[in-house]
């Protein structure tokens, strides 16, 4: 599988030009095939022969467009920043380009700047003056501070200063006939033309202008004028780069190789546990650490129910929520779906926690229940994946989960980031309510580390489950069983399964079948039966076993190593074993990659399936 850009840091993406084409009809063209890796607001700066000029707004790149196409700049040299929030809420002073005081430097990232508190504190000792609350703009006054009337090593001296994941690309007023790019832990492509240089976060913003790419190693600087583009090492020593000519099909390369977003968000998963994971368990790895969650113990212990309120996806994670708070920290917790919960006048007390899980965090009944919980004077926390979203707004606490921009419609590394964040959020309740052992939070701490890697050993086996999908696709009919918690993932599976391929599915708990749907099972037709929860393992089998006498094929999905399972099955698919709690994560990526083998051997459009929108704004 094709993943070019490797891994990558929290997603934006970065445009730069130098030529002798206007900067900004090349800067948005580029950033709108960017738009993939951020959308929340949009900025060019453009160094023209007067002084160097900012446009940003919040919003798609589409307003900024707009203010552009009403007052132009004019200039053949800029950058260009489209962006997914993560330090400062979505909004025109956050939105990037930054500037400092004099507005001689404009900076553009893509990543996070870990220290950049410490930086930011320094600097406002030595007056300078700061402007959104972003993380970026220290390097902008870090520019300003360091100026020695070279920019390149001036750069050179700042990324001394920066800790953390960046791709930086920088243009100053004073130098205004060239460009310095930094590559360090997030993607960075320069593509070359005759007389015009190209920078940008991904190759497919460059293919209408060139198609000979380098793209930047860790630690690599670049230095773009008109005529060239010289590359250095980190101590500023000149490095020889080949540039390779890209043969791939702009659409393609646009999705990562990848033939769908969905399928690209599938893969993107171990990458994004990993990402939500981070910063959030001890330095020993021996607990959970929520510090986006001020709570004191006596809070925590006042609480006397949870009512988690979501929608579709989001609403399948939150029941496998309740299934580990209330086993972890022994909260009793309701699951509901928001378009009901927000009509029903649900009985809540004073100390009664209202959890809002969306991922996009603007779904309109998600956001009424959260409404209704306030006016209520109840205490909302959400989980959410949009930083400055509605919901995280108006929430009382915020838990991001950094599963990045999701564009396929069919959500699906934000279901695997949202069940990280409640497994978190479970251990992190009980381990402060003290009902869980030391060493039980260690073992599920441990086992939760190893999460991504099982994730990426399950998507190997992504080629049998094709297969499978296109044998099933024929059908007109799909049901999807489990038991415990398997019960709650298969909901899920049918959810993805139905949504994509219109083929119609039912999620039933196994034990329930015997009363009424068994009559629906007949020769032949699939049954996907998910059996990892040991404790209900031999009721499983006897419940397959009901199935399998009516001549349904049943594919089964369990643990490796399970060879029982195999002789009570037509065909198995295996998933790495980890602890029973968290077998949603591993089952859940083979129950999607069905759904897309299946939505593709149909011919439907997987991203975008019919009668179905990304968010859902309205009622
Ligand atoms: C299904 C899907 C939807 C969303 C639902 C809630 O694949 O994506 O069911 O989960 O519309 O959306 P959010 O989580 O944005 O509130």
């Known amino acids: 599988m094709l993943t070019w850009m490797g891994v990558w840091a929290f997603m934006c993406g970065i445009m730069g030009y130098i030529g002798d084409r206007q900067a900004q009809s090349v800067l948005l063209s580029g950033l709108n095939k960017l738009e993939y890796r951020g959308y929340d607001s949009a900025g060019v700066a453009i160094a023209g022969d007067a002084e160097l000029q900012v446009e940003k707004s919040v919003g798609r790149l589409a307003v900024l467009a707009d203010h552009l196409a009403m007052s132009p700049i004019v200039g053949k040299v800029g950058i260009g920043h489209t962006r997914w929030a993560t330090h400062g809420r979505p909004s025109d002073e956050n939105a990037h380009p930054h500037t400092a005081c004099d507005r001689e430097f404009a900076v553009v990232h893509n990543g996070i700047i870990e220290n950049y508190l410490q930086l930011k504190e320094h600097l406002l000792s030595r007056g300078h003056r700061f402007t959104s609350e972003t993380d970026t703009e220290v390097v902008a006054h870090l520019l300003e501070e360091y100026f020695t009337g070279d920019l390149f090593s001036t750069v050179l001296r700042v990324i001394k200063e920066i800790r953390g994941a960046y791709a930086l690309a920088v243009v100053a007023e004073k130098e205004p006939e ?41 630690g690599e600087i670049a230095v773009l004028t008109k005529d060239g583009i010289a590359c250095y090492d980190l101590a500023g020593e000149p490095m020889t780069v080949e540039p390779f000519f890209v043969t791939w099909d702009a659409q393609a390369a646009e ?103 969306s991922q996009s965090g603007e779904t309109a009944d998600t956001l009424a229940a959260l409404r209704n919980a306030k006016a209520c004077g109840n205490r909302v926390l959400a989980i959410t994946n949009v930083v400055g979203s509605s919901v995280a707004r108006e929430a009382d606490d915020v838990m991001i989960t950094w599963a990045g921009p999701e564009i396929s419609v069919a959500s699906t590394k934000a279901y695997t980031t949202q069940l990280i964040a409640l497994y978190l959020l479970a251990i992190y309740l009980g381990q402060s309510l003290q009902v869980i052992d030391a060493v039980f939070i260690s073992e599920l701490v441990h086992e939760m580390q190893t999460l991504p890697q099982k994730l990426d050993d399950v998507l190997e086996t992504a080629p049998q489950i094709e297969k499978i999908a296109q044998a099933f696709s024929t ?145």
């Open 475 to 619: 059908w007109d009919d799909a049901f999807f069983l489990g038991r415990g918690i398997d019960y709650f993932v298969a909901l899920e599976g049918a959810l993805k399964y139905k949504e994509i391929s219109y083929i119609h599915a039912e999620a039933y708990p196994a034990g329930e079948l015997k009363h009424g749907t068994l009559a629906l099972i007949v020769e032949q037709v699939p049954v996907i039966a998910l059996v990892t929860q040991d404790v209900l393992y031999e009721k499983s089998l006897s419940n397959i076993k009901e199935v399998k006498a009516r001549d349904a094929y049943v594919l089964g999905i369990a643990w490796a190593g399970d060879d029982e399972i195999a002789k009570s099955v037509d065909r198995v698919l295996y998933v790495p074993r980890t602890m029973s709690f968290f077998a949603p994560v591993m089952l859940i990526a083979p129950l999607q990659l069905l759904a897309y083998y299946a939505s593709v051997a149909r011919g439907n459009d997987v991203d975008k399936p019919r009668n179905l929108a990304k968010s859902v704004t309205v009622e």
């Open 255 to 357: 999705k990562g190789g990848y033939a769908h977003y969905m399928l690209k968000e599938i893969y993107e998963q171990p990458k994004a546990v990993r990402d939500t994971l981070s910063g959030r368990l001890t330095e020993e790895g021996r607990g959970v650490v929520l510090p986006e969650l001020a709570w004191t113990v006596e809070e925590i212990k006042k609480i006397d129910r949870i009512h988690i309120v979501a929608c579709g996806t989001s609403y399948h994670a939150g029941l496998v929520g309740k299934a580990a708070i209330e086993q972890l920290a022994r909260i009793p917790v309701d699951v509901e779906v928001a378009s009901e919960y927000r009509y029903r006048d649900p009985i809540l007390s004073a100390d009664t926690l209202i959890l809002v899980i």
């Open 178 to 218: 060239k460009i310095v790019a930094v590559r360090k832990h997030s993607p960075l492509v320069v593509g070359f033309g005759d007389g015009e240089q190209f920078l940008a976060s991904d190759i497919p913003a460059l293919l209408d202008y060139t198609r000979e790419v380098h793209i930047l190693a860790e």
